[in-house]
């Protein structure tokens, strides 16, 4: 069975500061990792993808992916509020007909 | 541009019925997932469609059953209805069958 994992949460950051989300994952074939936002009730959201060993910058997310220790993490600079959701990171197994296998999530809350 | 849309947003159905969900790719992308989301849980893989060919099935039984039309649009069928079968389903779209995938918002499925 191959499986991401990530930790539940809740993790909780006052307003401002780095917010850091981390996932590991069992598919040594797995390329590609995504990691998605869903506030409650709502569907995920995209909001960063990575292929490559090393970092991903784009606006106050950075994802970071080693594919040797099999970790991918998100951070999240300058965490405001409406960060508050839960992040769920996805591998893509390209040798099992394009299926994102998904961690369960972490529940981020970002204090005032 | 409109991004990926479904239909019902909700429903509810008895056990023993069936149900057909719907989706409509954002626009030029021509492949659709599907995927189920119990409450607390990552989304599951159900099906990959590519150019009209499933690419892709997970661990789901023959109950479900899916397709994907000329216009890229795609349908979701479940027989036999469980209780079990509650839950989000998401319909993803992407550009190609292993490019990053946006999701609708879901069709909320209550069996009773």
């Known amino acids: 069975q191959k499986e991401v994992e990530q930790n539940s949460g809740p993790l909780s950051v006052p307003e401002g500061a780095i917010a850091s989300l981390n996932c590991t994952y069992s598919?040594?074939?797995?390329?590609?990792f995504f990691w998605y936002r869903q506030y409650s009730g709502k569907s995920p959201e995209l909001i960063m993808f990575?292929?490559?060993?090393g970092d991903k910058e784009d606006g106050r997310f950075t994802a970071q992916l080693n594919k040797a220790s099999q970790y991918v993490s998100l951070l999240i600079r300058d965490s405001q509020p409406s960060d508050s959701a839960t992040y769920l990171c996805?591998?893509?197994?390209?040798?099992?007909?394009?299926?994102?296998?998904f961690g369960g999530g972490t529940r981020l809350m970002v204090k005032p | 541009d409109a991004g990926v849309t479904q239909s019902p947003t909700h429903l509810i159905k008895t056990r023993g019925q069936h149900v057909t969900l719907r989706c409509s790719p954002i626009?030029?992308?021509?492949?659709v997932s599907w995927y189920q989301q119990v409450l607390g849980q990552g989304p599951q893989f159900i099906f990959q469609?590519?150019?009209?060919?499933?690419?892709g099935r997970g661990n789901f039984p023959d109950r479900f059953s899916a397709r994907q039309f000329p216009n890229y649009s795609s349908e979701l069928n479940v027989n036999a209805l469980l209780l079990g079968d509650s839950a989000l389903y998401l319909c993803a779209s992407s550009f190609g069958a292993n490019q990053p995938q946006h999701f609708g918002d879901g069709t909320r499925l209550s069996i009773l």
């Open positions: 990575i292929y490559s060993n």
């Open positions: 469609y590519y150019e009209k060919e499933e690419r």
């Open positions: 598919d040594r074939g797995s390329q590609s």
């Open positions: 996805a591998g893509l197994q390209e040798d099992a007909g394009n299926m994102l296998t």
């Open positions: 626009s030029g992308h021509k492949s």
